[in-house]
């Protein structure tokens, strides 16, 4: 059952086991139950003069009158307080009874009555009934009775009023912990997120957008030690952006960018997600291809990234060194990535001296046809 669901006395887990408990602790029993009904009458025809003399007094105190906004609520405590009297005469101080009292010590709560003024309240309010008994109820022990009850009555009901009073106050207390410990765990998770998202940028190339060389030694690492777990090859690709420098300065460095932020996202689009692709500096990019043979990677991943980058950025090409360690044998961080260089040099050399061939032949050619036909 939800809290909202229950009464008051529910929520404070009172029995008629722990009722009676209460009444001994306080010294209340069936025979003081049956001399206060005996002043019932009296009390009744007296009950609304003793509420006039109480809110006499009580008005005189500026922070009770703070509380008391208009005539129409000073009518409504009126009328309680005078319910509240009878009720202290009615002879019956059953679990409804309780419940009743609870109620009051809520209601003190919401509208900000501080335990000290209702202390006084409570001692002003005894006074005055005191004063009735006194003058209507007969020979002088049975006054004393009657006094001796109502006060172990009010002692009682005391210690039901705050305990809600109490109760209520432990309530907003637990209600903005709980929403502190939400706000706080809310602030967890949302300055998690953000260190999260603060250091995959300081991950990210800017220009490019894919891991920078900061952290490519420690991830090839990571990438080495779990591809020795499984046995599993591991291909690393190192490339490098073919006559990049001569093509910065033909059309300036905005256009080199341009070049350079084609080919980063042409890598995040092909590289699968178990891989990592990094910008190692300048118009240099590494790729580390988990569970790759050094075929496919040269077949498949280097030959669609030829393709790609050819497609999007017309005569911009390649060369790329490709080196595999694993699946039984695994070499070190720097002896993959230093093999790999040197084979992308090797590979540009060998495309500059194919490149080179090629524009000889072609001048070749021409000396021929000039031989042949005479100078055009």
Do not use: W
């Amino acid at each position: 059952m939800r809290h909202v669901e229950q009464s008051l006395i529910e929520q404070a887990r009172i029995t008629e086991f722990e009722l009676e408990i209460r009444k001994q602790l306080v010294g209340l029993t069936g025979k003081d139950a049956k001399v206060l009904l005996t002043g019932r009458p009296f009390i009744e025809k007296e009950a609304e003069q003793i509420v006039d003399d109480l809110y006499a007094t009580l008005i005189g105190i500026p922070t009770v009158v703070l509380l008391i906004s208009d005539s129409e609520t000073m009518s409504r405590l009126k009328s309680t307080q005078r319910d509240y009297i009878i009720d202290l005469f009615s002879g019956v101080y059953d679990l409804e009874y309780v419940n009743n009292r609870l109620r009051i010590g809520l209601v003190h709560k919401r509208i900000g009555v501080q335990p000290r003024f209702f202390l006084a309240a409570m001692y002003k309010l005894r006074s005055l009934i005191v004063a009735v008994i006194e003058k209507r109820a007969g020979v002088t022990h049975f006054r004393r009775m009657m006094i001796d009850a109502l006060e172990k009555l009010m002692y009682f009901d005391a210690s039901l009023i705050f305990e809600s009073y109490i109760g209520s106050l432990i309530s907003e207390i637990q209600i903005a912990k709980d929403k502190s410990d939400e706000y706080a765990l809310t602030l967890e998770s949302v300055v998690r997120e953000r260190t999260r998202q603060l250091e995959e940028l300081s991950r990210r190339d800017p220009l490019t957008g894919v891991f920078n060389r900061r952290y490519l030694a420690e991830d090839l690492e990571t990438a080495i030690k779990a591809a020795q777990r499984r046995s599993e090859p591991i291909s690393f690709v190192y490339l490098d952006i073919n006559d990049f420098k001569a093509l910065n300065d033909k059309l300036g460095h905005q256009h080199g960018d341009s070049v350079l932020r084609t080919v980063g996202g042409v890598l995040s689009e092909i590289c699968r997600p178990e891989d990592g692709c990094y910008r190692y500096g300048g118009d240099e990019f590494c790729i580390i291809l988990k569970n790759c043979p050094e075929s496919s990677a040269r077949e498949h991943f280097c030959a669609r990234l030829t393709k790609e980058v050819a497609s999007k950025l017309g005569g911009v090409t390649l060369s790329y060194g490709i080196y595999t360690t694993g699946p039984r044998v695994f070499d070190d961080v720097n002896t993959i990535v230093t093999a790999a260089d040197k084979r992308m040099y090797e590979a540009k050399e060998a495309q500059k001296h194919r490149a080179a061939a090629k524009k000889d032949t072609k001048i070749t050619h021409r000396k021929m046809l000039r031989s042949e036909y005479g100078a055009v």
